[in-house]
């Protein structure tokens, strides 16, 4: 039934759209039966069978398992656990880093720094698709990292920029975001670890909350609370005042080129709420997110909203960026908030075709965070072409 639904919602957009999104749904029905039988096998097995676990955290979300290059891609509770709360998920961490460094010796994409009034801001191209940040204040030759990764490739930036590193930000607790931190506290030892308590940021040294300020030279960085990828997730925008230039959010694993974070650790109501308090900055904001996964997120987005010329001329634009591995940031938010189906909630084409229609009482209202949930499903589905 939902696949007719989509399917009618989506006529006149395009036959070939409404076939292929009639397929991920059919393919999340498909997978829902599955887990039933097996369910069900396992209820008539053996006595000498093994007992199932006892379920963890309810509010982590179930992720079917698919393959993937990052450590968060092929994910299910089992092992979103093991990776988040055992020794584990840190030697999986280092496996993968060795791979990235064997197959990117340069970095996985080409970035380019900009440079505003006395600020530079320095992509840095780690793991398979990840993005470490170095801010730097250039006069004072001060500079802070956001996720810092890969401790080998931040400090091969450090090094040629020539400045001192003060502060690590970290988004969250994941280790393809926060692995670096030891090796960088160590080797510099006025450098202070920011990130949320409830966390579990390795080696944190100085807590942060909502709306709490680091200050390094010009740099004003205000931390902002974003729960629902992890419970304890924040960004850290740069006030673009000091230096009379753009401000720039450094979104984690929040927000990416017309995408937003799997929900691990919380709600659709949490992270619609997350995502709200991103977009109620300005248009002209720069978005930095902590992944390379613009034409992957790009694809989706054509799939949900297939008539949205804003988001058919960024994907072009990402392709040929792409071709020669460019790296794709930044956006900004005003261009985010045209093409992100995931900020478009609000908006009747996507309502239309992914909602349930109205209800019994003629009320054809539905929930964000409902339709959220279902992007958001749709999207770990998903396989770009």
């Not at 694993?253 to 974070?261: H, N, T």
């Not at 908006?347 to 109205?358: D, F, M, S, T």
């Not at 009320?363 to 072409?385: G, T």
Request: hydrophobic share 30%; net charge positive; charged share 25%.
């Amino acid at each position: 039934m939902a696949a007719v639904v989509a399917a009618t919602a989506l006529k006149g957009r395009g036959a070939r759209n409404a076939r292929v999104l009639r397929g991920i749904l059919s393919g999340a029905t498909a997978n829902k039966a599955s887990q039933n039988r097996t369910r069900a096998l396992q209820s008539h097995s053996s006595p000498e069978c093994k007992e199932e676990p006892e379920p963890l955290s309810p509010e982590l979300e179930y992720i079917p398992r698919k393959r993937g290059k990052n450590p968060m891609k092929a994910v299910g509770l089992a092992w979103y656990s093991l990776y988040t709360r055992t020794w584990l998920g840190y030697l999986f961490y280092r496996q993968q880093l060795r791979r990235a460094r064997n197959r990117y010796p340069k970095g996985h994409s080409r970035t380019q720094p900009r440079l505003f009034n006395g600020v530079k801001v320095l992509p840095i191209p780690v793991l398979s698709d990840n993005y470490s940040y170095l801010i730097i204040d250039t006069q004072a030759r001060l500079a802070v990292v956001v996720d810092p990764s890969d401790p080998q490739a931040v400090q091969a930036s450090i090094e040629k920029e020539g400045v001192d590193l003060v502060a690590i930000l970290c988004t969250h607790k994941h280790w393809d975001h926060s692995g670096g931190n030891r090796d960088l506290s160590r080797r510099h030892q006025d450098c202070r670890v920011y990130g949320s308590p409830q966390d579990s940021i390795p080696y944190l040294t100085h807590p942060l909350c909502h709306q709490d300020v680091v200050s390094v030279g010009r740099l004003q960085i205000r931390a902002l609370a974003t729960p629902g990828h992890t419970q304890g997730h924040l960004v850290y925008l740069l006030d673009g005042e000091p230096y009379k230039g753009p401000s720039c959010l450094f979104s984690g694993d929040l927000l990416f080129l017309s995408g937003c974070g799997r929900t691990f650790e919380g709600t659709a109501e949490t992270m619609l709420s997350s995502l709200d308090t991103v977009l109620g900055l300005g248009d002209d904001t720069l978005l930095w997110p902590g992944h390379e996964y613009a034409e992957e997120n790009l694809g989706f987005a054509g799939v949900v909203e297939p008539e949205n010329l804003a988001r058919e001329r960024k994907m072009q634009w990402v392709q040929r960026q792409r071709m020669e591995r460019k790296s794709t940031c930044p956006s900004t938010l005003g261009e985010e908030r045209s093409y992100n189906p995931f900020l478009r909630t609000h908006c009747l084409v996507l309502q239309e075709a992914l909602g349930p229609g109205p209800g019994p009482t003629g009320d054809d209202s539905y929930s964000r965070a409902e339709l959220l949930e279902k992007l958001r499903r749709l999207k770990d589905l998903h396989k770009s072409k």
